[in-house]
């Protein structure tokens, strides 16, 4: 993706945290300032700032206790134009730093896109002084392509992610099953000439190459929702076409279901138990009761591909975070937002 688009996704998922900006930022606050008291709040290093969403929410107190860095040259740009603040061009696997030189390495959003979180710990690890702090917040859903590595090194591939009903910490969002089991049931509709075979050897095909193109074929899904559907509706004819031969779908695929977000946690936890004491590694939520509200929200919790207003200025924003329609009764509604923190002291 050029330097370009990914400053307009960074501008685009601002909108998305629009409306639980106040909660979201209360909740960030809160976790950066029991953790990094005032006594300890110099010698910190920012990783990945992007247009600076993270120094937004923590305020300008901040801003000359943390050297910022970013490899994206557009958003660096942004960043400093936006906040007149210096940023280093650097990436989260080789640091600026000297050795045991900082106090805190901090991030937004950052850890489910690097390419090797193994890297970064280890680079963490030789930057920060012992006790030093490493701390990182997700609020968004965990970035596709992370875990599609992660999926693809123990031989399973996600169905299309399914329809989410209700909220609830650690939303199990994703169907997997065998790749090996998903070949045959293509190898059969095959022998049968079902017509959606191919549709689904393609899904195949992309999901166990490499990882580039998956990661292409992931993003050309996600900016097209026809396609998308396409897929979907694929795979919904090939379970009434089991059913009608008298075949169940689990008697073809071991399904099983799993959070995208417990993937992440417990991949962060084996990168950096080696070298760090994990301090937390947990979702924190935050809500309040909003009056008269003129958009519709829904904000299911982080973890899930759903987390955005509905309303009708931001239907632009469907193109990049598929949403549902939610009834609201009432003239107040709950909003809700959760943000997963892992905060690791280095030993």
Not at 103 to 126: F, P, T, W, Y
Not at 182 to 190: D, I, V
Request: with cysteine.
């Amino acid at each position: 993706m050029s330097s370009r688009k990914n400053v307009d996704k960074l501008n685009q998922i601002d909108l998305v945290r629009k409306p639980f900006d106040e909660l979201l930022q209360e909740s960030v606050k809160e976790v950066f300032e029991n953790i990094f008291p005032p006594e300890n709040r110099q010698s910190l290093l920012e990783i990945g700032v992007g247009t600076g969403k993270l120094l937004k929410w923590l305020g300008d107190d901040w801003k000359n206790k943390i050297l910022f860095t970013e490899p994206d040259q557009k958003a660096a740009e942004q960043f400093c134009e936006q906040f007149s603040q210096t940023c280093v061009d650097a990436c989260a696997e080789k640091l600026p730093s000297n050795n045991d030189s900082l106090n805190g390495i901090i991030s937004l959003c950052v850890m489910d896109i690097v390419k090797d979180q193994a890297s970064v710990a280890k680079e963490a690890a030789r930057c920060l002084k012992p006790g030093g702090i490493f701390l990182h917040i997700l609020d968004m859903s965990v970035n596709y392509n992370f875990i599609l590595r992660e999926l693809k090194a123990h031989q399973l591939i996600p169905l299309m992610p399914p329809p989410l009903t209700e909220a609830q910490l650690w939303q199990q969002d994703l169907i997997l099953c065998d790749q090996t089991q998903f070949a045959n049931l293509c190898e059969l509709m095959a022998r049968q000439n079902h017509p959606d075979h191919q549709i689904l050897a393609e899904y195949l095909e992309k999901l166990r190459t490499t990882t580039e193109n998956t990661k292409a074929f992931m993003e050309h899904l996600e900016s097209e929702p026809s396609k998308n559907s396409f897929f979907q509706r694929a795979f919904s004819n090939t379970i009434r076409w089991l059913e009608n031969k008298g075949i169940q779908l689990d008697e073809m695929l071991s399904l099983f279901p799993a959070s995208s977000l417990e993937l992440f946690s417990q991949a962060l936890e084996t990168q950096f138990s080696d070298k760090f004491e994990i301090v937390h590694n947990d979702l924190k939520t935050n809500e309040r009761v909003a009056y008269n509200q003129k958009s519709l929200y829904e904000s299911l919790c982080c973890g899930t591909r759903f987390q955005q207003p509905i309303n009708e200025e931001n239907k632009k924003i469907d193109l990049l975070f598929p949403s549902k329609l939610v009834q609201n009764l009432h003239k107040c509604e709950l909003q809700q937002t959760a943000i997963h923190v892992f905060c690791a002291r280095k030993k």
